[in-house]
């Protein structure tokens, strides 16, 4: 079935550091991908996404590159900022819709000032 | 005004007891679903609802039973509590049919069973 595989955290940097959260898929056909982002206490929030091979998706300085070729959509930003600081889910979806999301076991980020 | 609700947010209770957690949503949104946190923050889901009707319904024990009244609600109920059941349970609804991938969740509801 369809599955999606992210770094380990927990992640620690200094704020103004360049972050990068690995994320890889195994899915049939042409899933569309997402990043969702949860606050502590809060509930998840899509951040960005993307539906196709080699689309960019963009949102709040964070990016993510479709790339079919790696099956991977890892989320990068060039300068973190203490309130980025929250756990991050790589999820797809397949051909179905939105239905099912089928999310990755999430990623721990911590940015210190 | 929240645009998913859960309640309660909070639920400590014993094993062997029978516990609802409620969700409703004002977005419009025909499709709502629940999902479970463990822990270790994995989320996985539940069930899935569109338009009142049951459309998936993963490996959960069946002391888990969802209701949906209308559209708008979709409720959990589980029997018989056990350790394991100890989570953040998830509320979520989406526009079906856009394959948009957008859920919005509702802010959790942590259950914990003594």
């Known amino acids: 079935g369809d599955s999606v595989t992210q770094m380990e955290g927990p992640v620690t940097l200094s704020e103004e550091a360049f972050l990068t959260i690995n994320c890889t898929y195994t899915?049939?056909?042409?899933?569309?991908l997402f990043w969702y982002v949860q606050y502590p206490g809060e509930g998840l929030q899509l951040l960005l996404k993307a539906t196709k091979a080699d689309d960019k998706g963009s949102n709040k300085g964070f990016e993510a590159t479709y790339r079919k070729e790696t099956t991977s959509f890892h989320l990068e930003k060039g300068s973190v900022q203490v309130s980025d600081s929250a756990v991050y889910f790589c999820a797809l979806s397949g051909q179905g819709g939105s239905e099912k999301l089928v999310f990755g076991k999430g990623t721990k980020l911590t940015v210190n000032p | 005004d929240t645009a998913v609700s859960q309640t309660p947010k909070y639920l400590v209770t014993q094993m062997g007891n029978d516990k609802s957690i409620k969700c409703e949503q004002n977005?419009?949104?025909?499709?709502m679903y629940w999902y479970k946190q463990d822990s270790k923050k994995f989320l996985k889901i539940m069930f899935s609802?569109?338009?009142?009707?049951?459309?998936i319904n993963e490996t959960v024990p069946n002391r888990f039973s969802p209701k949906s009244p209308d559209k708008a609600h979709l409720n959990l109920h589980i029997n018989s509590l056990e350790l394991g059941d100890s989570a953040v349970y998830f509320c979520?609804?989406?526009?079906?049919?856009?394959?948009?991938?957008?859920?919005?969740f509702g802010e959790g509801s942590r259950l914990t069973v003594l």
């Open positions: 979520a609804s989406s526009i079906s049919g856009t394959n948009t991938g957008e859920l919005f």
């Open positions: 609802y569109n338009n009142k009707e049951l459309i």
């Open positions: 899915a049939t056909g042409y899933p569309s």
């Open positions: 977005l419009g949104h025909d499709t």
